[in-house]
């Protein structure tokens, strides 16, 4: 089971105790069930049946960000601690700890912005680590992101191809996250859309 610190102090400030009894247990209940990077993907009724009380997600959020933001809701519905990683691992994570790593990788993949400031000599992560976050590994792996993200093969193969074919730059630099330079590829064209011309590409294909 891992392990993790609790803030005590959170006991002496007024937000809260301004939250009701079940409210209380649900912060609880996230910090404890968050993965270790801080992100927890929301139980509603788990909870619910383990306390045996009702939980009204507004409300709850409303009061807990109400002086400061503490839970950020992601794109992708999970939720996001602002302050975890600090509090957990302190000021500073160096890319190059197993750990730290595999931190800054569930950053990437839950789209969370993060300060560059609180990963030590990010410049210098090793070129296997670089290279995984400046391009995708394949266009699988690519494909695999846009559906994930709402979006289909056809614009998944014009990303790789187009960045590709650009070396992986962006303009006259080097991409730096391939996911984040694909979201906004996604948001920039219609999600879901289906590409009639690809499907009758791909029926020619086939005859």
């Known amino acids: 089971m891992a392990k993790r610190f609790t803030s005590t102090m959170k006991w002496n400030e007024d937000w809260f105790l301004d939250l009701s009894l079940a409210n209380k247990l649900f912060w609880i209940y996230i910090c ?16 619910e049946l383990l306390v045996g009380s009702k939980i009204n ?58 300060q560059k400031e609180l990963f030590e000599n990010l410049d210098n992560i090793g070129a296997e680590s670089r290279g995984a ?5 394949s266009i699988a792996e690519a494909i695999a992101y846009f559906k994930d993200k709402g ?26 996250n391939w996911k984040m330079a694909a979201s906004g590829w996604i948001s ?11 499907f009758d590409d791909q029926i020619k294909s086939m005859r």
Not at 133 to 137: D, F, G, I, N
Not at 152 to 174: L, T
Not at 189 to 198: A, L, Q, R, T, V
């Open 32 to 47: 404890d069930n968050s993965d270790h990077a801080g992100v927890f993907k929301p139980n509603k009724r788990v909870f």
């Open 151 to 176: 979006s289909n093969k056809r614009e998944a193969e014009r990303f790789f191809y187009y960045y590709e074919s650009q070396g992986w730059k962006v303009g006259k630099n080097q991409m730096k």
């Open 57 to 114: 997600i507004k409300d709850f959020l409303e009061v807990v960000n109400r002086d400061k933001n503490r839970i950020m809701v992601l794109a992708n519905g999970r939720w996001y601690l602002t302050g975890f990683i600090e509090f957990q691992y302190g000021p500073k994570l160096n890319p190059n700890n197993r750990v730290h790593k595999s931190i800054l990788k569930v950053l990437i993949e839950n789209d969370i912005e993060y």
């Open 133 to 137: 976050l400046a391009h995708p590994s």
């Open 188 to 198: 920039r064209n219609k999600k879901g859309e289906i590409d009639s011309s690809y």
